[in-house]
């Protein structure tokens, strides 16, 4: 039941922020990412307020659980490889790959793939 509300919270937030977002981030997100947020999630043991603060407010705490989570979110959506390697060709529309592959080649020697998506993640949305 935490999940399914959490799951209610993160779309409305979503909702309320989607009259300032790229509609096609908007619409590739629904499609994309959207549906393994639950799963990952309990996959991971995270705590959903993390979770909500991570995706509203760009915040990156130092937690092992947010950055398997990550981690999660882009392999199930297969956005990252379970090998650690990007899958370039499902990132949406108008994504800076420039600016993607510079952060994954910063990231690309970090053997724990949990960091290595914490830090990809986090290059990639903040810089």
């Known amino acids: 039941m935490k999940i399914f509300v959490v799951i ?7 909702d309320a922020q989607l009259p300032t977002l790229n509609p096609i981030a908007v619409e590739w997100f629904e499609r994309t990412v959207h549906p393994f947020l639950s799963n990952c999630i309990c996959a ?5 307020k993390v979770v909500l603060e991570w995706l509203n407010a760009r915040e990156y705490p130092n937690n ?14 297969n956005l990252f490889n379970p ?9 949406r529309p108008g994504v800076d790959l420039n600016h993607l592959t ?18 990809l993640n986090k290059c990639a949305r903040t810089t």
Not at 64 to 74: D, P, R, S, T, Y
């Open 102 to 119: 510079l952060c994954y080649n910063q990231t690309a020697n970090e053997s724990d793939l949990c960091q290595r998506a914490y830090n």
């Open 64 to 77: 092992a659980c947010l950055k398997c989570f990550i981690k999660c979110v882009l392999v199930t959506s």
């Open 44 to 48: 991971t043991g995270v705590e959903e």
């Open 83 to 91: 090998d650690g390697t990007l899958n370039f060709l499902v990132f």
């Open 8 to 14: 209610l919270v993160v779309v409305s937030c979503i």
